[in-house]
């Protein structure tokens, strides 16, 4: 786990209704930075996290989302009764500034896909970070 996934995923579970899993082998082929379980509005969320200027790869696995990452969640969940029927959605966090053309390259129809700008969860780290050795030190 790089830096900026550690970064995203103390963001992410601050509110403590998304609870992740990291680098969940699907299929021994596929390893989504993470899984999560987010119990505030019911749904199963796969996301990946990007600081690279080319992300060619990355948006070919979110327009194969449904071979890449959903089809063997849904085979893993099928059998619990309590999540076998939750929506899945692909969130991704990357640069900023490749935020608009990535939104461009991602097929239709994309109801489950959002994009986030890594620097907004880059900038919450500071006060995490600080408050977390205050509350330690």
Not at 14 to 39: A, E, H, M, T, Y
Not at 52 to 78: G, T
């Amino acid at each position: 786990m790089d830096i900026y996934e550690e970064i995203v995923m103390m963001a992410i579970t601050r509110g403590k209704n998304l609870f992740v899993c990291p680098q969940v082998n699907l299929n021994n082929w596929s390893c989504p930075d993470f899984i999560g379980l987010d119990i505030k509005i019911p749904k199963i969320v796969v996301i990946e996290i990007s600081s690279a200027i080319n992300i060619d790869d990355l948006i070919k696995k979110v327009n194969d989302r449904e071979n890449q990452w959903y089809k063997e969640i849904r085979k893993d969940i099928k059998n619990n009764e309590f999540i076998k029927n939750l929506d899945i959605e692909t969130h991704i966090y990357i640069r900023g500034e490749i935020k608009g053309k990535a939104e461009l390259k991602i097929n239709e129809p994309r109801k489950d896909v959002f994009v986030y700008k890594l620097e907004d969860y880059l900038k919450l780290w500071v006060p995490i970070h600080w408050l977390s050795l205050k509350n330690n030190g």
